[in-house]
């Protein structure tokens, strides 16, 4: 008994410490000292996802300006996000993606853009500067965008395959194409829900519990025909011959398909899908903030900008480097998809609370 | 680690008191215990001192999170101390998930134990160098990288992966291996393997044979002798290894990301989704304190036991 | 304690022995059958892992012309280096406390000591990453403290979770060491440092190297922890790799891999070679 308490005891003064160090943890907001245009500070830390940046643009930015630029790489946009969330990091430069984007406005992480450091943010194109998670671009421009649809090896299935979620979800499809057990799902609670809610004629970012429970049972319907729910390996497994269907975004799977043996194709379903945007942006305790604005000047330029999208294969929201685009990657409907199809598509919207609920069906719909 | 270099040795009493011997011997015996305590406690200070430091403080801001309140946007705040994470685990989810990660953390155990014993065995047999040598070939693939190694791995088990076709050749199941929960067990067993082997050596290479020898002699067959010589004085080098594999398999989500597709749910990547994709740190949180709560009181109670069953 | 004596005893005769090669053998293959296939696919002419598309040197020149790369094996070296060697004193230390001395409090140190071995990687993770944070600025009066710095949380830590894996694997090993022998050494040294030294030391050394290559292995592999705590500049291999693959893994992460093998491997046959020599010499007194 008397352990017990002592066992209590330390229990509780190890929360009120933690509560202590919390509360006197920093919400202050540095204001961020004036930026001209070109103005340096220091050497650049930039966190990036990994293989998303030309190496040459970095060394060029380093010989422009005379810098070091450090680059760190992250998996996911969450994993990005618990690690800058505490602060102290010292990165300058981040690259989350819409919905991230919202989060990180909301806690007050980034910063407001000077955009006179930015003269290049003319550059963006209209479609690109007012997006819904984050009105007039205050504090993030864009860097890349892209879908997230169905990668098929054409070879084993024919070269007509109906544009539906239903190869990822259908069993009679799959039964037609002989695709089970030849499926990936991406392992992301918003994507891979997100498919089977468009797949049901419902908005990927529903907050309805019903609907959200149709897409749950169309998930545990399919997961009994699913190889793996992989969102690092879902093109290469395709092309390795291991998979027949993959769900994924759009840029990778083109990557891979120059690898592959068979004849692929990407599409993004009729009933719609995922658009994502990756916008740049500059943490509030960026230890370099006019380095983090010059860079990101450097990374809109006309040419740059081209360079990156000739590179990554992913396209480009800056309208200046339309012409400096390879005439080959802007007829690519993969990368640059038709109007019809923009239509379709939706960016994912952070739903709060509910973002619980999204995790815990794809966790129960897998069993 | 010379922290404290005391002259005195248990035993020796100051020899003033010799005459009223029988009176103080408690009394001195006390004193020596005492002072043998004290050195104790020097000795480990270092490291209880950095453990509290790094360790136990850390913790508890998991603990105090585990009692927190999740904000709309996914931050959690050291306010309102509730107990809805905790009440959250009684879902049929999470017990499903935790009684998977339960079965294959077992199975993925005693699979080790199986293959480690008998290699632990015979390294400890072989001579001073050989037995190095052996030991350092137990690790050296595991200064690799853990993710390679496991990618590796997918190249062995997949459709026309050496190991696939191997099985289907023998007859052994048809079709591939990847993303299957033998997939995943096989990842965990790979993959913590030499933590069976090392404490089991130590604790094998330290046996004085002249009792075997005895027992030998007594019992006839090399396998009583074993039975009741070796194995009961390999037991603390079987109970570490047990945990030392145990646990890191129960908690596991790299392997059966990577291995079994992620099609089952497991305890490891449920508590990666809730601090990462639900930004749910106060489930998140209070699944991790249950766990080690859980852990931490098998431990102790297999200790206590003797670990007689194993 | 005559060992040379005994082995007969140990091994065992006849059929049953076979099976014990046989078996030694088979966990060999086992052990190496991935590491084969890793170094087979490093010289693959593809981007894709798993299809072979004949010989190229291309991955290693690759490697060699990856700055980010190198530094990244630099920090794991690094970071295993530093958390091992104070892992392996903080850890024989504790063990020592517990097996050998009787003091108040032992139960709950006992206990904690436990605890960063049973702790989900991931749990362990948050709250490093948490602690980090909100500790930086209590905790730089330590002089040497720098927690601003990547290297150092990162050997801060893998020695926080390094510390209990070494002092399992000595405590195994201590276990049944016999007493009598360090208390009679006590008493014949002036003092119990010497004791230990010359008596405890050699005696538990299987296990402290045991434990130790044990720290190193942890601190190589250690993805989770390492990937939430490493900061701008610090960030470690495994780390590293973890972000390519997120866009494929490239035969590049093979060549990376081949490297450290290849490296550690001549590390470890040349301090054999070392020892070697410098036992051989003690046997001779």
């Known amino acids: 008994m008397k352990a017990m308490k002592k066992w209590m005891r330390l229990v509780a003064l190890l929360a009120v410490l933690g509560v202590v160090a919390a509360s006197c943890g920093s919400d202050e907001e540095s204001a961020g000292a004036d930026c001209e245009a070109g103005e340096t500070d220091g050497d650049l830390a930039f966190f990036n996802w990994s293989e998303y940046m030309d190496p040459d643009l970095i060394t060029a930015f380093q010989d422009e300006f005379g810098v070091t630029v450090t680059e760190d790489f992250y998996p996911s946009n969450e994993e990005m996000f618990a690690k800058v969330s505490a602060g102290g990091t010292g990165y300058d430069v981040i690259v989350p993606s819409d919905y991230m984007i919202s989060i990180l406005v909301s806690e007050g992480m980034i910063l407001e853009l000077q955009k006179d450091a930015i003269p290049n943010h003319v550059n963006v194109s209209d479609k690109f500067n007012d997006p819904p998670f984050d009105p007039g671009s205050v504090h993030t421009l864009a860097y890349q965008w892209g879908t997230t649809g169905i990668g098929v090896d054409l070879g084993v299935t024919g070269p007509d395959v109906p544009l539906t979620w239903g190869l990822l979800f259908d069993a009679d499809l799959a039964e037609e194409y002989g695709l089970s057990g030849r499926i990936s799902l991406l392992d992301d609670p918003r994507e891979t829900v997100g498919a089977a809610l468009k797949y049901l004629g419902y908005s990927l970012n529903s907050t309805s519990a019903d609907e959200l429970a149709e897409a749950e049972a169309v998930i545990a319907d399919a997961v009994s025909r699913v190889a793996a729910f992989d969102s690092d390996q879902y093109s290469e497994l395709v092309v390795a011959g291991e998979t027949i269907v993959g769900h994924g975004y759009s840029g990778n799977f083109l990557w891979d398909f120059e690898e592959g043996e068979s004849e692929y194709t990407y599409f993004v379903p009729d009933e719609g899908g995922t658009k994502w945007v990756d916008g740049m942006a500059i943490l509030v305790d960026a230890p370099h903030p006019c380095t983090a604005h010059a860079f990101i000047n450097f990374l809109l330029d006309a040419e740059n900008g081209a360079q990156l999208t000739n590179y990554n294969w992913y396209a480009s929201p800056n309208a200046a480097s339309e012409q400096y685009i390879d005439q080959e990657v802007l007829d690519n409907q993969i990368i640059y998809p038709s109007q019809a199809t923009m239509d379709r598509l939706e960016f994912i919207e952070d739903t709060g609370d509910f973002e619980i609920e999204y995790t815990d069906a794809l966790t129960r719909a897998r069993g | ?310 | 304690m005559s060992k040379g004596v005994a082995k007969s005893t140990a091994e065992p005769q006849g059929f049953s022995r076979w099976l014990l090669r046989g078996h030694s053998l088979g966990v060999f293959v086992f052990f190496y059958a991935p590491i084969v296939v890793l170094c087979i696919f490093s010289f693959n002419d593809s981007n894709a892992v798993g299809n072979w598309n004949g010989f190229t040197l291309g991955w290693y020149e690759a490697l060699f012309d990856n700055d980010n790369i190198q530094s990244s094996i630099w920090v794991s070296v690094k970071v295993c280096v530093f958390s091992t060697v104070i892992a392996v004193v903080l850890g024989t230390a504790g063990a020592l406390a517990l097996e050998r001395f009787r003091w108040w409090g032992q139960k709950a140190f006992d206990a904690v000591l436990y605890l960063p071995i049973i702790i989900p990687d991931v749990t362990m993770a948050v709250m490093m990453l948490v602690f980090f944070n909100e500790a930086a600025g209590w905790l730089d009066w330590i002089p040497g403290i720098d927690l601003q710095d990547g290297l150092e949380k990162l050997v801060l830590s893998h020695v926080a979770f390094n510390i209990s894996f070494v002092s399992v694997v000595v405590r195994a090993r201590l276990a049944n060491l016999d007493a009598s022998m360090e208390e009679a050494a006590a008493d014949l040294y002036a003092n119990r440092w010497q004791a230990f030294r010359r008596v405890t030391l050699p005696q538990i050394m299987p296990g402290v190297i045991g434990g130790a290559l044990l720290a190193v292995t942890i601190s190589l592999d250690d993805v989770v922890v390492s990937s939430f705590v490493s900061a701008v500049g610090g960030t470690p291999l495994s780390v590293f790799v973890f972000g390519m693959l997120r866009k494929g893994v490239s035969p590049l992460v093979n060549s990376v891999s081949v490297v450290m093998l290849a490296a550690s491997m001549a590390l470890v046959l040349a301090s054999l070679v070392i020892s070697r020599a410098s036992g051989s010499e003690r046997e001779e007194r």
């Open chain 2, 1 to 310: 680690m010379a922290v404290d270099a005391p002259t005195r040795s248990p035993g020796d009493g100051p020899p003033v008191l010799e005459g009223t011997s029988e009176v103080a011997t408690p009394g001195l015996e006390r004193e020596a215990e005492r002072a043998k305590a004290r050195q104790g406690f020097l000795l480990g200070l270092p490291t209880i001192v950095y453990l509290l430091l790094f360790f136990v403080i850390p913790l508890g801001f998991v603990v105090a999170y585990s009692f927190a309140t999740r904000t709309r946007s996914g931050r959690t705040e050291l306010r309102d101390f509730n107990l809805d994470a905790y009440a959250r685990l009684g879902d049929d989810i999470v017990m499903t998930v935790a009684w998977r990660s339960l079965w294959m953390a077992v199975v993925a155990t005693l699979i080790c134990l199986v293959l480690a014993y008998p290699l632990a065995y015979y390294i400890s047999t072989r001579s001073p160098m050989v037995r190095n040598l052996m030991l350092v070939g137990v690790m050296i693939p595991f200064w690799s990288n853990f993710l390679i190694r496991t990618y590796a791995w997918r190249v062995l088990l997949d459709s026309d992966g050496l190991v696939t076709q191997a099985f289907e050749f023998i007859g052994l199941g048809d079709g591939r291996i990847l993303f299957t929960s033998n997939a995943v067990i096989l990842g965990l067993v790979y993959g913590y393997l030499p933590f069976m082997v090392l404490p089991l050596y130590a604790a094998i290479e330290r046996i004085d044979w002249s009792l075997v020898e005895g027992a030998r002699d007594l019992y006839a067959s090399g396998w009583s002798a074993f039975r009741r010589v070796v194995w009961p004085l390999s037991r603390p080098g079987v109970i570490a290894g047990s945990i030392l594999v145990f646990v890191p398999s129960f908690g596991a989500y790299v392997t059966p990301a990577i291995l079994g597709g992620n099609k089952e749910g497991l305890l490891g990547s449920y508590i990666v989704l809730q601090f990462l994709s639900a930004r749910n740190g106060p489930v998140g949180s209070a699944v991790s304190v249950v766990v080690l709560a859980v852990m931490l009181v098998a431990t102790l109670v297999y200790f206590r036991s003797g670990g007689k069953n194993l």
